[in-house]
């Protein structure tokens, strides 16, 4: 298994940014599609973004379109999720998961006044 290393998570009031980072490692991750899922207490664990290798195919949950980004450097091995206007709802830990098989170990997002 690769290793993920999931970072950014913190607290931030309703309408606020916040900017997640992943990072692993593998001679394939160019050609891997990636993704972040979150997860509140009391719910599933939901996709909230996607982006193939080559950064032209992009998935966003209906409810943070317009306002999340997912973006890659494949040189760095890195994924980004660049969140604004974060709402309370938004609130819960948020997974990368590489290759569509690997998770990452999850950080925390609060969004909250």
């Known amino acids: 298994q690769v290793p993920v290393v999931d970072s950014g998570g913190g607290l931030v009031q309703p309408g606020g940014s916040l900017t997640l980072s992943c990072a692993t490692s593998?001679?394939?991750?160019?050609?891997?599609?990636m993704s972040w899922y979150r997860q509140a207490p009391g719910k599933e664990r939901e996709l909230v973004a996607g982006?193939?290798?080559?950064?032209?195919?992009?998935d966003y949950a209906d409810s943070v379109k317009g306002r999340f980004t997912i973006s890659r450097d494949n040189a760095k091995k890195t994924v980004t999720l660049q969140m604004t206007n974060l709402k309370p709802e938004d609130t819960g830990v948020y997974y990368c998961k590489v290759n569509r098989r690997v998770w990452g170990q999850g950080t925390q997002v609060t969004v909250s006044s």
């Open positions: 982006i193939n290798g080559a950064s032209v195919s992009f």
């Open positions: 593998g001679f394939g991750f160019s050609t891997w599609y």
